[in-house]
Nanobody, 117 residues
């Protein structure tokens, strides 16, 4: 069964850190670029970080220098290390492949990140 599970969200104080995980159920995940997205209440979903199968990662200006995306192909998992969290960072965070035709291109449940000031 094709499955993509986000985890690692929670409540953290401003300035704190969280590491999100995106675990896939199949090796085809490793052959695709993957993005972490977030959606705050009343706002559009946005791409915050992307990691290709090889080459440079990309970040939204709002998280550049604070967030780091990485992948562990042996575990079919992509991570998002979030440091120096700000009060404007709270959102539900999702992961999926950038390509829309893979088995891992659908939105999952996401994981909630909450930052207290």
């Amino acid at each position: 069964q094709v499955q993509l599970v986000e985890s690692g969200g929670g409540l953290v104080q401003a300035g704190g850190s969280l590491r999100l995980s995106c675990a896939a159920s199949g090796s085809i995940f490793n052959a695709n670029a993957v993005g972490w997205y977030r959606q705050a209440p009343g706002k559009l979903r946005e791409l915050v970080a992307a990691i290709p199968t090889g080459g440079s990662t990309n970040y939204a200006d709002s998280v550049k220098g604070r967030f780091t995306i990485s992948r562990d192909n042996a575990k079919y998992t992509v991570y998002l290390q979030m440091n120096s969290l700000k009060p404007e960072d709270p959102a539900v965070h999702y992961c999926k492949t950038i390509a829309t035709t893979t088995p891992f291109a659908s939105w999952g449940q996401g994981t909630q990140v909450t930052v207290s000031s």
